[in-house]
């Protein structure tokens, strides 16, 4: 196995799929490491030279002023663990219906419950078993969604995952098809299926890349490709959509702790990716899924009501390491 000095020496950056971080088929719920810990404003955390106030929040401690939700419909593709879930969640708790969507059954209704469990007016989340590669499977995680709420408010393209791969692989062109069917296609896919409805309510898309999209690293090459098409898929859709009152941008995380890591087999790679970011990037501590939450949360709300085309890169400043 590749040391993680040599695997990330040019690693600033990874989104929350990368190395399959995070996925729809994600059967585990702690989301993040203060899932279980009521961590205060007033914490420390060291880096290298110094030691760095924390400010970090769990979702439940997230701001609800200025970012009503009530009756939107949102739909979070691989919701059913990871950012994905604590995105829901968070929507949830401000008022919206949402839909839940993932592979994995189990996963799927555990989320969906806890996201009744927080909503205010108690609404049930639909369940949405789909795999968003498939086109029919798509055509009826939107068809499913105007049957059950009436329209579509809020699409987060979330669902994604990364690989290894080199121009050197022998499986190079079979790993960048894959990168490119699962974090490309599958967002094109659900996007134009979704716009007709997207139209009749101005609503807003937001598309989950990556930092690597910006910033190559030679061990996730097909996966830079992929979430760089995801970038510029962004952009060109926002100036056809923008006139239609649909606005369209991404959030490009580093990476963060989710509950994939385990489930995969990639957690000891990861925590090692965790803790070099943790003694570079300038805010000296790891992001969390809370990070890109608010993230999604002001680029869904009013506030960003003129923003539209834009990369919201959310990683402690690693890119400039």
Not at 119 to 124: A, G, L, Q, V, W
Not at 141 to 151: E, N, R, S, V, Y
């Amino acid at each position: 196995m590749r040391s993680v000095k040599s695997l990330f020496s040019q690693l600033s950056c990874g989104s929350h799929r990368s190395v399959k971080i995070d996925s729809p088929n994600s059967g585990s719920d702690k989301t993040n490491l203060s899932a279980n810990h009521n961590i205060e404003n007033s914490q420390e955390i060291s880096g290298n030279h110094s030691s760095l106030p924390l400010m970090q929040v769990t979702t439940e401690k997230m701001s609800n002023r200025n970012r009503d939700f009530s009756e939107k419909v949102v739909l979070i593709t691989g919701s059913s663990g990871g950012i994905g879930l604590a995105t829901a969640k968070y929507f949830a708790r401000c008022g919206a219906k949402v839909v839940i969507n993932g592979r994995n059954p189990v996963a799927i209704a555990k989320a969906a419950e806890e996201c009744q469990c927080i909503s205010p007016k108690k609404y049930r989340a639909l369940q949405m078993k789909a795999d968003v590669t498939k086109e029919d499977d798509c055509k009826r995680l939107i068809a499913t969604t105007i049957d059950q709420f009436g329209k579509l408010d809020i699409l987060i393209n979330n669902a994604g995952a990364g690989a290894f791969g080199s121009i050197y692989d022998p499986k190079l062109l079979e790993t960048l098809e894959h990168m490119i069917n699962l974090n490309v296609k599958s967002i094109a896919m659900v996007t134009q299926m979704a716009v007709p409805h997207l139209e009749k309510t101005n609503g807003v898309i937001v598309n989950i890349s990556s930092t690597l999209s910006f910033k190559p690293n030679v061990h996730f090459m097909p996966y830079c490709v992929a979430k760089s098409a995801v970038d510029m898929f962004t952009k060109c859709i926002a100036m056809e959509l923008g006139p239609k009152g649909i606005r369209v941008n991404t959030v490009n995380p580093t990476a963060v702790r989710t509950n994939f890591q385990a489930a995969t087999g990639a957690g000891e790679i990861l925590d090692g990716v965790l803790k070099h970011l943790e003694q570079t990037n300038p805010l000296r501590r790891i992001g969390t899924t809370e990070d890109i939450v608010n993230a999604i949360a002001y680029l869904t709300s009013s506030e960003s009501s003129f923003v539209t085309g834009h990369s919201l890169v959310v990683d402690g400043g690693s890119v400039y390491v």
